[in-house]
């Protein structure tokens, strides 16, 4: 991401409301708690869903129910997916053996970008830098508008197109990693 050195803002920087008290970053995820069914009867109302990526969900979470744990965020951290980055699938046992390579990866990076934008999983940063997941989907299903007024905010100033998908990146990573809607985030959640 571009570092901007030297900046001199044209008017004062206006002082920042007071914010409300925001929840730990580890809380349980909002969905994390739902049963199976319900989870994925919400995966196919997302933007962009179709029978893959909620066939991606749907062996994710059938994966999962094989850990121990009471929520999806627990049996996550339970089959060491939390850390590993781009191995989290193996950590599953498998799920997508005898399955063509190609559907295998596009079904579990649907599915599990689908799980982080219902909030059902909230993944550590490291898993977000290694996992590869699809943030462009993530963003499809989580504060839209939000993303496409960054994005056209960007280009009114004339911001290069790589700092405008930087910025993008690192937001739709905060979002995901601490579940936080648009109007919790502190400054914090960004350092």
């Known amino acids: ?9 044209s008017s004062p920087v206006p002082t920042a409301p007071p914010t409300p008290e925001v ?13 199976q069914d ?8 997302l933007t962009g869903a179709d029978a893959v990526t909620v ?19 627990q049996r996550w951290q339970n089959a060491g997916c939390q850390d590993p980055g781009r191995d989290w699938k193996d950590r599953l046992g498998s799920p997508w053996k005898g399955i063509y390579l190609n559907r295998a990866a596009f079904e579990s990076a649907n599915g599990i970008a689908d799980l982080i ?9 490291t898993w977000l830098r290694e996992g590869s997941p ?3 989907r993530i963003r499809l299903n989580r ?12 280009l009114g100033l004339q911001v290069r197109p790589s700092n405008i998908e930087n910025g ?24």
């Not at 991401?1 to 803002?9: E, F, G, L, N, S």
């Not at 929840?23 to 049963?35: G, K, V």
């Not at 319900?38 to 109302?45: F, G, M, Q, V, Y």
């Open 23 to 35: 929840e730990p970053q580890d809380c349980m995820p909002r969905l994390s708690s739902i049963a």
């Open 143 to 154: 504060h839209p508008d939000f993303f496409t007024q960054m994005t056209e905010h960007g």
């Open 117 to 125: 934008a219902l909030d059902a999983i909230r993944p550590s940063y």
């Open 168 to 191: 993008l990146t690192v937001m739709t990573k905060v979002l995901a990693h601490t579940g936080a809607h648009l109007q919790e985030l502190r400054p914090e959640h960004l350092l």
């Open 1 to 9: 991401m571009a570092i901007v050195r030297d900046y001199i803002p």
């Open 55 to 73: 066939r991606g969900v749907r062996v994710i979470l059938k994966a999962l129910s094989e850990f121990e744990g009471q929520t999806w965020q």
């Open 38 to 45: 319900e989870l994925i009867e919400r995966a196919k109302s």
């Open 134 to 136: 699809r943030l462009r």
